[in-house]
T-cell receptor
Framework: DGGITQSPKYLFRKEGQNVTLSCEQNLNHDAMYWYRQDPGQGLRLIYYSQIVNDFQKGDIAEGYSVSREKKESFPLTVTSAQKNPTAFYLC???????????????FGDGTRLSIL | SQQGEEDPQALSIQEGENATMNCSYKTSINNLQWYRQNSGRGLVHLILIRSNEREKHSGRLRVTLDTSKKSSSLLITASRAADTASYFCATDSIIQGAQKLVFGQGTRLTINP
C-alpha cells in the first residue's frame, strides 16, 4: 500500500543534541512538507520541498534543517538551536498542485519529540 | 493570525446526533479542505471543495461553502463513536507572495455513546 512512513514514533532529545526525524513516501509525490503541532493547536509549516534538491523555509524554520536528496525521503533535523522542540511533528506529501491547495496532502502518523 | 478559524473549539454530542463545525477565513480562496485527526495520529483528508462549488457530499459528510461570507461548514450526520477526532479546515492562502495551504486550529469532536 502506498503511504508515508515516519520514524521513530517517539523521540527524546538531550540538551545540546541534534536529532533527526525520518519521513519516507512511496506515493511518487514531488512535494513534501514538515509541520509542527503543539497541544490543542493547528499545524505550522516548518519546511517544504517541491522537488528533489530544493526546499524552502516555512513559517517557523528557525532551529530546524532539512535535506531532499531523494524524491522519497525528506528528513528533518531538530538542532540544539531549537529551544522549545517538544511537539508532535507531522510529515506530508502531495502532488505539486497539493502545495497550492488544489489537491489533498497525505500525512504520516507523526513523531512525538520530548526533551529529557 | 490564522487564515482559517474553526468554531466551536470543542463539541460534545450523543451518538446518533448530527455534528456541525464551522470554518471562517479572511482572504479569498480557490479551494477549502477538511481533514480529520484521530488522537496521536496524522491528518486524513476528508473533502476538498472549490470556490465555485456550494456543497459537496461524501458518505455521512456534507460540506458547504459560502464565499460571500468567507465561511464553510462540515456536517457529520448520524454520528458514531468512531467520529471522535479533531477536525481541521485548510485554505489556500497567499503568504509573503507564495500560495500555501494554511490550517486552522481545529474543532475537537467527542461522540458520547
Amino acid at each position: 500500500d502506498g503511504g508515508i512512513t515516519q520514524s521513530p514514533k517517539y523521540l527524546f532529545r538531550k540538551e545540546g543534541q541534534n536529532v533527526t526525524l525520518s519521513c519516507e513516501q512511496n506515493l511518487n509525490h514531488d512535494a513534501m512538507y514538515w509541520y509542527r503541532q503543539d497541544p490543542g493547536q493547528g499545524l505550522r509549516l516548518i519546511y517544504y520541498s517541491q522537488i528533489v534538491n530544493d526546499f524552502q523555509k516555512g513559517d517557523i524554520a528557525e532551529g530546524y534543517s532539512v535535506s531532499r536528496e531523494k524524491k522519497e525521503s525528506f528528513p528533518l533535523t531538530v538542532t540544539s538551536a531549537q529551544k522549545n522542540p517538544t511537539a508532535f511533528y507531522l510529515c506530508a506529501s502531495s502532488t505539486t498542485a497539493g502545495f497550492l491547495g488544489n489537491q489533498p496532502q497525505h500525512f504520516g502518523d507523526g513523531t512525538r519529540l520530548s526533551i529529557l | 493570525s490564522q487564515q482559517g478559524e474553526e468554531d466551536p473549539q470543542a463539541l460534545s454530542i450523543q451518538e446518533g446526533e448530527n455534528a456541525t463545525m464551522n470554518c471562517s477565513y479572511k482572504t479569498s480562496i480557490n479551494n477549502l479542505q477538511w481533514y480529520r485527526q484521530n488522537s496521536g495520529r496524522g491528518l486524513v483528508h476528508l473533502i476538498l471543495i472549490r470556490s465555485n462549488e456550494r456543497e459537496k457530499h461524501s458518505g455521512r459528510l456534507r460540506v458547504t461553502l459560502d464565499t460571500s461570507k468567507k465561511s464553510s461548514s462540515l456536517l457529520i450526520t448520524a454520528s458514531r463513536a468512531a467520529d471522535t477526532a479533531s477536525y481541521f479546515c485548510a485554505t489556500d492562502s497567499i503568504i509573503q507572495g507564495a500560495q500555501k495551504l494554511v490550517f486552522g486550529q481545529g474543532t475537537r469532536l467527542t461522540i458520547n455513546p
